[in-house]
DNA sequence: ATCCCTTGACTTGTATACAAGATTGTATTA
DNA sequence: TAATACAATCTTGTATACAAGTCAAGGGAT
C-alpha cells in the first residue's frame, strides 16, 4: 500500500476512503490481496472506524471481499464485472452525450474547452498523469452538462473495474488520440450534432480495448478463475 | 418510522440498512424529516456503529443529508434526481433487455415464466404488494439474464429516488396493464425478437408516468425547491 | 426592554473496548 | 508417530466513550 497524502479539508473517512480507492485502482493493494482493518488504521494514521465504513462501501462495490472473523481481501480482477463496466460505460455514455448536445450552455462549453485546452498542453509535455485526471474530468463535465450527475457518480464507482485492468496495461492506449477525440467530442457538442456526437463516442470507446488475454497471462494471480 | 422485522440471518448493520431503506420508500421516514443516529438505533435496538453506517451509505446516494454536528435529514424529493433515475432506467432497460434476447438460457426463461404465473395469480386476487415484489424481481431477472446484476444493484439504488414517488402515486400504475406487459416482454425474449422486447419496454415505462405537478400540490413540504 | 454571554443539551465524528468466531501453533496423549 | 485438545492470537462485528461543534434557552447587565 502507498501513503496518499491527506488533505486538510477532508474527514477521517473521506481520506481513509480515497487513499483506498486510489491504491486499489493501481494495484498498490493488488488483487487477492489480504488486508486488514487495524494495519490499515494505522498506517494512514486513522482509527478503525473510519476505514472500515471504507471497507464496507468498497464491499458494496464488489471491490473487496469481507469474510466475518477471518479477514478481508481486495477481490481479484472478474472478467464479468470489468465487462458489465465496459457495457455501462458504452450505454451511457452515448445516451448522455446526446442529451448534452441539447443541455449544454455556453458555460458548460467554457469549462469543456478550457479542459481540452490543459490536455493539449500537458500532451507536448508527455503528463500522462495530468492527461488521466483532465480525461475524467472531461467525462464528468460531460455528465455534468446533461444534468446526470448522479448517474456519474455511479458510473465511477462500476468503472473501478476497469480502472484496473487499465492500471495493469497502462500503455494500450495513445494519449494522442484520446485528445484528439475529446476536440472532437467538443465541436459535436458546440454544433449540436448529436450523430457526430455519438460516433466518435463509440470509436472513443474501442480505443481503451485491452488485450485480457495476455494481462491474464501476465499476472494470473490477479484474475478470478470462474 | 414504522417497525421492521429483523431476520435471524442478517448482522445489526444490514438491519438497519434494509430497515432505514424500507421506510425511506414508503415515506414513513418522511421527506425533510430530521432524524437522529441515536433515536434509530435504540428504536431498532442495535448501536450507533450499524446505523451510523447505513446512514452514510444513504448519504452517498442523496438519501439522506448529513450536517456534522448538527443533525441529518431525510432528503426531499428533488426532481432533478428523479429525472435521472427515469433516464438512467429507460436507458438501461432497453439495452439490458436486448442483451437478455440474446443471452437467456431455458433456465432463465423458465423463472420468468414462473414469475408471470405469479403475477397473474396475485393479480386476480388484487394482491397489489406481492404484485409490486414481483414486478421487482422480474425486471431484476432479466438483468441477471443479460449478465448484468452488478449494474442492475446500482439500478436499484438510483431507482430509490424515483420508488418514493411512486409511493406517493400509489393508485397511478394499472396492475392489468403492468402483468400484461411482462408477459409480453417474455414472449419477446424467449422469440429473441429485440425490437419487439424494447418497443414494448419503452411503452411499459411511459405507463409509471406520474403527474408531479399533482404530487408538488398535494405534498409541498416533501418536495425541494430548487 | 434589549443585548450579550454562558451553560447545557443536543448533534455527528472518531477512537477505543469488548464480544465472538476462526485459525494456527504447540503441547499432550494415545 | 500421529492425532487431538487447547491456548494464544488473529479477524471482523458491535457497543460505548469521548471530542468537538451547534444551537437555543435563560439569566444578568446595560
Do not use: W
Not at 17 to 36: F, H, K, V
Not at 53 to 67: G, P, R, T, V
Not at 156 to 165: A, G
Not at 216 to 224: D, E, I, K, M, S
Amino acid at each position: 500500500m502507498k501513503a496518499v497524502e491527506r488533505y486538510n479539508s477532508e474527514t477521517a473517512r473521506e481520506y481513509a476512503m480515497r487513499a483506498i480507492t486510489e491504491n486499489i485502482i493501481s494495484i498498490d493493494l493488488e488483487p487477492g490481496q489480504l488486508i486488514s482493518e487495524n494495519e490499515i488504521a494505522s498506517f494512514l494514521g486513522v482509527s478503525r472506524t473510519p476505514v472500515r465504513e471504507s471497507i464496507q462501501e468498497l464491499n458494496k462495490a464488489a471491490l473487496i471481499e469481507i469474510y466475518p472473523q477471518r479477514g478481508s481481501y481486495v477481490s481479484l480482477i472478474d472478467s464479468k464485472y470489468v465487462e458489465e463496466a465496459v457495457f455501462l460505460r458504452k450505454v451511457l455514455d452515448i445516451a448522455v452525450i446526446e442529451e448534452a448536445c441539447n443541455l449544454a450552455t455556453e458555460d458548460d462549453i467554457a469549462l469543456l474547452e478550457e479542459n481540452v485546452a490543459l490536455q493539449e498542453f500537458y500532451l507536448k509535455s508527455n503528463n500522462t498523469k495530468k492527461i488521466f485526471e483532465l480525461d475524467n474530468e472531461f467525462h464528468r463535465m460531460i455528465y455534468v452538462a446533461a444534468k446526470k450527475e448522479m448517474i456519474h457518480n455511479m458510473r465511477k464507482n462500476v468503472m473501478i473495474h476497469f480502472d484496473r485492468v487499465r492500471t495493469l496495461s497502462m500503455l494500450a492506449v495513445k494519449d494522442t488520440k484520446i485528445v484528439a477525440d475529446h476536440g472532437i467530442m467538443l465541436s459535436a457538442i458546440k454544433n449540436k450534432d448529436k450523430n457526430k456526437a455519438k460516433e466518435i463516442v463509440e470509436k472513443h470507446l474501442d480505443r481503451y480495448r485491452v488485450d485480457q488475454e495476455e494481462l491474464l497471462r501476465t499476472y494470473p494471480q490477479y484474475f478470478a478463475k470462474e
